[in-house]
Nanobody, 119 residues
């Protein structure tokens, strides 16, 4: 099993910044992808950004140029620096870890942290 502990959400005005952290522990494979997803009320959960063990990153088009994902492999922790936040970024943000072995994978989720951007 894998445990994910998120922190850093909160309320911020439009144009402001927040930094989310997610620390993983437990049965973490050497090859994995960690990322952030978000879900706004009435909408489906969507990928925000992800980073693989070697450091390759992937971003949703809506956050490119504003959000930066990074990871500290020694601490099994990822960070999401969110700048120039917009009201449409308001959502519950979930940390995800995907363990990968061959052609199979297992997904683990954090409990979620609320990000609210006021206009």
């Amino acid at each position: 099993q894998v445990q994910l502990v998120e922190s850093g959400g909160g309320l911020v005005q439009a144009g402001g910044s927040l930094r989310l952290s997610c620390a993983a522990s437990g049965a973490i494979f050497s090859i994995n992808v960690m990322g952030w997803y978000r879900q706004a009320p009435g909408k489906q959960r969507e990928l925000v950004a992800a980073v693989s063990t070697p450091g390759s990153t992937n971003y949703a088009d809506s956050v490119k140029g504003r959000f930066t994902i990074s990871r500290d492999n020694a601490k099994n922790t990822i960070y999401l620096q969110m700048n120039n936040l917009k009201p449409e970024d308001t959502a519950v943000y979930f940390c995800n870890l995907r363990n990968i072995r061959g052609f199979s994978h297992s997904d683990y989720w954090g409990q979620g942290t609320q990000v609210t951007v006021s206009s």
